[in-house]
Nanobody
Framework: QVQLVESGGGLVQAGGSLRLSCAASGRALSVYGMGWFRQAPGKEREFVAGINWSGGITQYADPVKGRFTISRDNAKNTVYLQMNSLKPEDTALYYC???????????????????WGQGTQVTVSS
């Protein structure tokens, strides 16, 4: 069983940046796809960004393309999400997720995720 712990969330003004981290323990992540999802109040959890096992393939939801960057350091068992040019509509609880397969993308359903972090709040003020 893997445990995922997110950090790095906070309150930022529109146009600002944040870097989220997801540290894993209990199992090496190096063969699994990893992703970031988010959930705003009253809305369903949605895909934000995904990265394959090696880090060679990254995918993004359309609203964040060109602003967010997902990366991973398998030696540190950690996944990151760099968020730039933040907008008020990015406000949500952000979750780190581990896939059952080697990649995570827009087509990954919640059923394809077998481990979730506890979430970290990102609030963007206008």
């Amino acid at each position: 069983q893997v445990q995922l712990v997110e950090s790095g969330g906070g309150l930022v003004q529109a146009g600002g940046s944040l870097r989220l981290s997801c540290a894993a323990s209990g199992r090496a992540l190096s063969v699994y796809g990893m992703g970031w999802f988010r959930q705003a109040p009253g809305k369903e959890r949605e895909f934000v960004a995904g990265i394959n096992w090696s880090g060679g393939i990254t995918q993004y939801a359309d609203p964040v393309k060109g602003r967010f960057t997902i990366s991973r350091d398998n030696a540190k068992n950690t996944v990151y999400l760099q968020m730039n040019s933040l907008k008020p509509e990015d406000t949500a609880l952000y979750y780190c997720a581990k896939s059952q397969s080697s990649t995570v993308g827009p087509g990954t359903t919640l059923r394809g995720i077998d481990s979730w972090g506890q979430g970290t709040q990102v609030t963007v003020s206008s």
